[in-house]
């Protein structure tokens, strides 16, 4: 049987640009500016890397369809370079392709970089376009927030929730992430706001309002990996490797009969028990010291929390109401701000998740650093709660 990648692949260095509205700078400026930084953290030179992805999602406006535009940003010196795409997961499955191309050997140094630059698109979340006849077919002029509204909805029904309970419980989320934010000089937006700033905004999607949903944001990040072998032979202490790396993409199961209650996202669930199970963690409630996910709606956060068991079923309003997932809270979640106030560019956000822990476990976080984080999760979500690609992250010291 597999015995999957713990411990097998160690991050030897992490880069990430300033998220947000980068008018004057190209995608591959933002590239650069987050792999000069990973690179100076790994203590390497460009011709040591011997593969490299590219994760990016509206590549036919903000990059290019091939992996070129990184080889040539970077200089990498002929060297093979693959770009991947998998929604808001892209960065995600480029840290997996580079992690397995080391634990299976294939090369010593591996490099992942997710970028986007959506300011240049013009996109603004409304309405979704086009991408074939998938959306044509099942999404026609459906939103982002409408979708996940439609999440808030169905939790409700299901468990039976208050609604202005579950309306202050999303605020709560948004305050956190702001309160976070504004520590993070990287992140897109660092303005502390009040829970009744949430509450009297403007509705965007019922009950989602302006401060329930992230923005839109350029940005890159940047991770390079290794074995633990020659981490450890460069002097990095201490040494962080990864845990799990696990993906679940949907089988249109959600789409197609009502065994889905929509009150959840199943691939997160099974992408979660898988990391665990990869990463040897029985308890992740005391064992699991930081996580980042993937809140690009308040309510996205909130249901995530049950999905990867922090919280009991029915339990995440009144568990976020009471602080449990705040900065001195029993689980810290979005430390950095998270997509709400770091910043959303869909190919980065996976890799930029993985740079928040990377720092925290090293104790390299600055004002926002938690006490003796030994492990972090990252949860990244691609596509809407209907029909999604749920990627789960663990990563950790190595003892």
């Not at 706001?193 to 509705?203: D, G, M, N, R």
């Not at 930081?290 to 929390?305: G, N, P, R």
């Not at 689980?331 to 998270?338: F, K, S």
Request: hydrophobic share 40%.
């Amino acid at each position: 049987m597999a015995k999957g990648i713990r411990d097998k692949v160690a991050i030897l260095g992490m880069g990430c640009s300033r998220f947000g509205e980068r008018w004057s700078d190209s995608a591959e400026d933002l590239m650069v500016e987050a792999f000069q930084e990973a690179l100076a953290d790994a203590g390497i030179g460009v011709g040591e890397i011997g593969a490299a992805w590219l994760g990016t999602s509206y590549e036919e406006i903000g990059v290019g369809k091939s992996a070129i535009p990184l080889a040539s940003a970077l200089r990498l010196p002929n060297l093979p370079v693959t770009r991947v795409e998998n929604l808001c997961a892209s960065g995600s499955e480029a840290v997996r392709g580079a992690a397995y191309a080391v634990a299976a050997g294939a090369c010593d140094i591996a490099l992942a970089l997710g970028v986007e630059k959506l300011k240049d698109t013009g996109y603004g979340g409304l309405p979704v376009r086009t991408r074939g006849a998938f959306n044509d077919l099942w999404m026609p002029s459906m939103s982002a927030p409408g979708l996940f509204a439609q999440l808030a909805s169905a939790y409700v029904a299901k468990h039976g929730v208050d609604a202005h309970d579950l309306k202050r419980a999303m605020a709560h989320v948004s305050v956190k992430s702001h309160r976070n934010g504004a520590l993070n000089e990287k992140a897109h937006l660092r303005r502390e706001i009040t829970e009744e700033q949430v509450l009297k905004a403007p509705t965007v999607a019922e009950p989602l309002g302006v401060f329930d949903c992230c923005g839109v944001s350029d940005g890159a990040a940047c991770a390079i990996v290794t074995t633990p072998e020659i981490a450890a032979s460069l002097g990095k202490s201490p040494l962080v490797t990864i845990k799990a790396l696990q993906i679940a993409a949907s089988d249109g199961s959600e789409l197609s009969h009502n065994t889905w209650d929509g009150a959840s996202v199943a691939n997160t669930r099974i992408a979660a028990q898988r990391a665990f199970q990869e990463a040897g963690v029985s308890d992740p409630q005391s064992e699991i010291g930081a996580i980042e996910v993937h809140d690009c709606f308040s309510i996205t956060e909130l249901v995530t929390m049950e999905d990867l068991g922090f919280s009991r079923e029915g339990r995440a309003v009144q568990d976020i109401l009471d602080g449990r997932y705040d900065h001195d809270g029993a689980v810290p979640c979005q430390i950095d701000g998270g997509l709400k106030c770091f910043g959303h560019p869909i190919g980065a956000s996976g890799i930029r998740m993985l740079y928040e822990l990377y720092l925290q476990i090293q104790g390299r976080a600055g004002p926002r650093q938690l006490r003796d984080v030994r492990l972090g999760l990252t949860h990244n979500l691609g596509g809407a709660p209907l029909s999604n690609v749920a990627s789960v992250n663990i990563i950790g010291r190595l003892d």
